[in-house]
């Protein structure tokens, strides 16, 4: 049994126990994340912007909107548009991604996108919840081959992704609780846009 349905199980009919029981798991997760690896992260970002190398963000799902969401905070939320940081999410051309799928299917979506836009030392940021998904993967192992300095944003156990990036941060939670590993995801990234809207001003 997964942890949310432990939580309804304990808290049957009862939804102000259930949204406090939640809240208190994800207060868990987020005490649980390796400070460090977010500390390597933003120190990734910010070596970026100071190069002046591109950031790709990828994700599927609810992860694809993280990634948008991410690449926004990060390349307009700063606000540093004189030395901005060129974030840039390859999940929100619908054109381009519908015309890969439909002409070398899914897997190929990002990995295509990277070979017409990626240039050596580029951020490729990948964010999935299970680690396993194809198009993420092979996204990955052309990046890291092509010294790509790589992330992976991951919950469960990390999956394949974990052993393919050279940063990894995780939300480690049984498998299938996208929804607590999703939101642990959007909160470190307004964590680390607002340390970095900050730390661009000094």
Known sequence: MNTLDKIFKDTPNNPQEFTHQYTKYLSELLRGLDSS????FIEILLSAREDGRRIFFIGNGGSAATASHFANDIAIGTRCLDKPFNA????????VITAIANDDGYDEIFVQQLKTQYKSGDVVVAITASGNS???????????????????ILGFDGGVCRS????????ET?????GPVEDIHMVLDHLIGAYLTRVVRQ
């Not at 840039?88 to 054109?95: K, Q």
């Not at 049984?174 to 996208?178: D, M, T, V």
């Open 134 to 152: 194809k198009n993420i993967i092979k996204a990955l192992e052309y990046a890291k081959i092509n010294d790509a300095v790589t992330v992976a």
């Open 88 to 95: 840039i999410s390859l999940t929100d051309n619908m054109a």
């Open 164 to 171: 393919l990036a050279d940063t990894v941060i995780i939300a």
């Open 174 to 178: 049984p498998n299938g609780e996208y």
């Open 37 to 40: 690896s977010v500390a390597k």
